[in-house]
T-cell receptor, first 109, second 114 residues
């Protein structure tokens, strides 16, 4: 059974068109939710850790939020260089991590 | 600070052959992970080391996959014999903090089994 579900699978935006990516998780007892960015041919790059419902983190045009069942990655006024696959992962003990399949974002100029 | 190093970057082999991947973690990072990432999917954990001891290898196909971490630093992952379904990117990641904090990934090794 998948523990982490990401949607949509793919998202195409025009430059400047804000949107959100979703990550939902099914098991209780979450200790941390992690967002990563993965460029083609590279390993995932760590972006954020969220620990509890209501928490928010920001980095440039990205803002991550967490509720009891899901997390959102909001992208404000995206640029072409934001194009990548965004991965979400959850952990119940900060040792083992379960990844979703990712959302492939394409931002067109 | 140097990142996680992996080699080779690409490998093409015939089925039933053997292959080995190498990972050099960030200095001082005690926890090391090997993941398998099939195209279009997220990384799937194969094995986790804490220093040179195995913490979790429940998803490692032990009939064909093996891994070791020498002196708690470098690690190698081996597949013998390889199957077509082993075609994937093999990612090494390390983690320094005991608590929260993300993992740091290497660039991966893309394996193609023909």
């Amino acid at each position: 059974e998948d523990q982490v579900t990401q949607s949509p699978e793919a998202l195409r935006l025009q430059e400047g068109e804000s949107s959100s990516l979703n990550c939902s998780y099914t098991v209780s007892g979450l200790r941390g939710l992690f967002w990563y960015r993965q460029d083609p041919g590279k390993g995932p790059e760590f972006l954020f850790t969220l620990y509890s419902a209501g928490e928010e983190k920001e980095k440039e045009r990205l803002k991550a939020t967490l509720t009891k069942k899901e997390s959102f990655l909001h992208i404000t006024a995206p640029k072409p260089e934001d194009s990548a696959t965004y991965l979400c992962a959850v952990s119940y003990n900060f040792n083992k991590f379960y990844f979703g399949s990712g959302t492939k974002l394409n931002v067109k100029p | 600070e140097a990142g996680v190093a992996q080699s080779p970057r690409y490998k093409i082999i015939e089925k039933r052959q053997s292959v080995a991947f190498w990972c050099n973690p960030i200095s001082g990072h005690a926890t090391l992970y090997w993941y398998q990432q099939i195209l279009g999917q997220g990384p799937k954990l194969l094995i986790q080391f804490q220093n040179n001891g195995v913490v979790d290898d429940s998803q490692l196909p032990k009939d064909r996959f093996s891994a070791e971490r020498l002196k708690g630093v470098d690690s190698t992952l081996k597949i013998q014999p390889a199957k077509l379904e082993d075609s994937a990117v093999y990612l090494c990641a390390t983690k320094g903090l005991a608590g929260g904090g993300g993992q740091f990934f290497g660039p991966g090794t893309r394996l193609t089994v023909l």
